[in-house]
Nanobody, 127 residues
Framework: QVHVVESGGGLVQAGGSLRLSCTAS????????MGWFRQAPGKEREGVAT???????SYADSVKGRFTISQDNAVNTLYLQMNSLKPEDTAMYYC?????????????????????WGQGTQVTVSS
């Protein structure tokens, strides 16, 4: 059984930083593309960043230059380093996993079709 669990959310002032973590168990981590998504109240869920099985990354325009996605396959953990946070980054952040192959190793941040999802971690940025 696959479990995806996010952590690291919290309350931070605008301009501050947070690092989110996501651990995935029950799957072979390096066979999966991983992604971060977020949903603010009253808004649709949007892709934030993804990383493919070869390490290729994809970012939403709104976070480019401020957020960095990375992973540590040795401990089955995905990270999202968030710098220069803005109030509009306030949302529930979700981690997701999708099986990939060597011939199709990457999933765009705009692709909403992911297989496994976590429960989310709340990020609140005060102005």
């Amino acid at each position: 059984q696959v479990h995806v669990v996010e952590s690291g959310g919290g309350l931070v002032q605008a301009g501050g930083s947070l690092r989110l973590s996501c651990t995935a168990s029950g799957l072979i981590f390096h066979d999966y593309a991983m992604g971060w998504f977020r949903q603010a109240p009253g808004k649709e869920r949007e892709g934030v960043a993804t990383i493919g099985i070869h390490g290729r990354t994809s970012y939403a325009d709104s976070v480019k230059g401020r957020f960095t996605i990375s992973q540590d396959n040795a401990v089955n953990t995905l990270y999202l380093q968030m710098n220069s946070l803005k109030p509009e980054d306030t949302a529930m952040y979700y981690c997701a996993a999708r099986r990939c192959t060597w011939s199709s190793p990457y999933v765009s941040v705009s692709d909403p079709n992911w297989r496994y999802w976590g429960q989310g971690t709340q990020v609140t940025v005060s102005s």
